[in-house]
């Protein structure tokens, strides 16, 4: 007998799974993504921000950086035909004027050109008044200036290097470059417009998942004001010193030099004299006479004033290092509008020589504390040693 059986399966019931859906791209504007743009402009301006950032701080530490200007000077008589020229371009411009501005004549321009040292003046504006005629050619990190005595036919150049630091830095401020050169920082500027809007835009984006966000932002917005506000050494008042060597030196005949000190703009215009040392006690003024041998103090200034100068004016010094406090420079330095300024030293000596030390100063001055003293120095070769500027504070 046989027995069947059936063992009835279990249904199987079929799940229809969902075919995964593909994720659909970002939509993009019509100039691209944002990221796109934020990597592309970080790209474009990441040297340029590096190179912004250490001039930034070597501008804020700029009297911590240490820098010897190297200096070179020429002075020769121009021909009698040019001087000619001179005269009659003065004339014409001047007509009765104090100073005026124009051009230089071409016989001059083609003289100049010819000399070891010089170059092209197209497009060079002079500054003219009755004794002589002055051009500037300032550069980054370095400045060349040179004028003509009308009077006496002598042309007078210097051009100071003042090192890489000064160079870079003067970059960064776009001072004394090209025009080309200031287009570039305008441009560089839009690139990091764009950097910093595309990054504030993803942290708007990304800014859910990471809680820190806006409160860096913030911290990054109040934090400079807040340092802004400390006061900065207010009760602290400033004193300006200068510190002149008169080297020793072993000749048949020694006289001491007479030493002029004054501060000049950046055209290197007289601004304020600050210290004469001559013989004021020589019978008849004897001693006056001898003061145009300081000869670029006297075209700039001396041949205008009448001697003694009342807190300015004094003896001369034997070889030694002695200090001028300057009491008033600090207030004189507020009042002055914001540029470059140039503190000159000229000594000469009878049967001697003669040298002029500049002293670059940039006002207004940089921030100066106990620790921060504003301090500049040159060294001079054979009638000046080291000569040295300093601003500091004092309770």
């Not at 008042?237 to 000749?251: G, N």
């Not at 007479?258 to 004897?286: F, I, P, S």
């Not at 000869?295 to 003896?315: C, E, H, K, M, Y």
Request: proline share 5%.
């Amino acid at each position: 007998m046989t027995v069947s059986s059936s063992v009835s399966k279990p249904a199987v019931r079929q799940v229809k799974r969902r075919a995964p859906q593909k994720r659909q791209p970002r939509k993009r504007g019509l100039f691209g993504s944002i990221k796109s743009w934020h990597w592309i402009s970080s790209a474009a301006c990441l040297i340029a921000t590096l190179g912004f950032a250490i001039t930034g701080i070597t501008l804020n530490h700029a009297n911590s950086v240490e820098s010897v200007p190297t200096k070179s000077v020429y002075e020769l008589a121009i021909p009698d035909s040019v001087k000619q020229v001179l005269t009659e371009r003065q004339q014409n411009l001047l007509q009765g004027e104090a100073q005026a501005e124009g051009p230089l004549p071409s016989a001059f321009k083609e003289w100049y050109r010819q000399q070891a040292f010089g170059s092209g003046l197209k497009g060079i504006s002079a500054e003219w008044d009755d004794y002589e005629v002055y051009v500037g050619l300032p550069r980054a990190g370095g400045d060349r200036w040179f004028r003509v005595d009308l009077s006496e036919g002598v042309f007078y150049q210097e051009n100071i290097d003042r090192g890489w630091v000064a160079f870079f830095n003067d970059l960064h401020k776009g001072r004394n470059t090209s025009g080309a050169w200031i287009t570039m920082l305008d441009l560089l500027a839009v690139v990091m417009l764009v950097y910093a809007i595309t990054g504030l835009l993803l942290l708007k984006r990304y800014a859910k998942g990471r809680k820190s966000t806006w409160p860096l932002v913030i911290a990054g917005l109040l934090l400079p004001w807040l340092f802004l506000i400390i006061p900065a050494h207010a009760s602290e008042a400033q004193e300006a010193k200068l510190t002149v060597t008169i080297p020793e030196l072993t000749v048949a005949e020694y006289h001491r030099p007479y030493v002029a000190v004054w501060l000049a703009n950046e055209r290197h215009q007289r601004v304020h004299d600050l210290a004469l040392w001559y013989d004021g006690k020589m019978a008849d003024k004897e001693g006056e006479k001898w003061l145009k041998d300081i000869r670029q103090w006297w075209r700039r200034s001396g041949r205008t004033l009448s001697f003694p100068i009342d807190g300015v004016s004094g003896a001369t010094r034997r070889p030694g290092t002695y200090t001028i406090e300057f009491k008033q420079l600090i207030e004189q330095f507020q009042n002055l509008p914001a540029g470059d300024y140039y503190l000159n030293v000229e000594a000469a000596r009878e049967v001697g020589g003669r040298e002029h030390l500049t002293l670059a100063i940039t006002l207004p001055l940089p921030q100066i504390n106990a620790n921060a003293p504003f301090s500049v120095v040159a060294e001079g070769e054979h009638e000046l040693g080291r000569v040295e500027f300093n601003v500091t504070t004092h309770q």
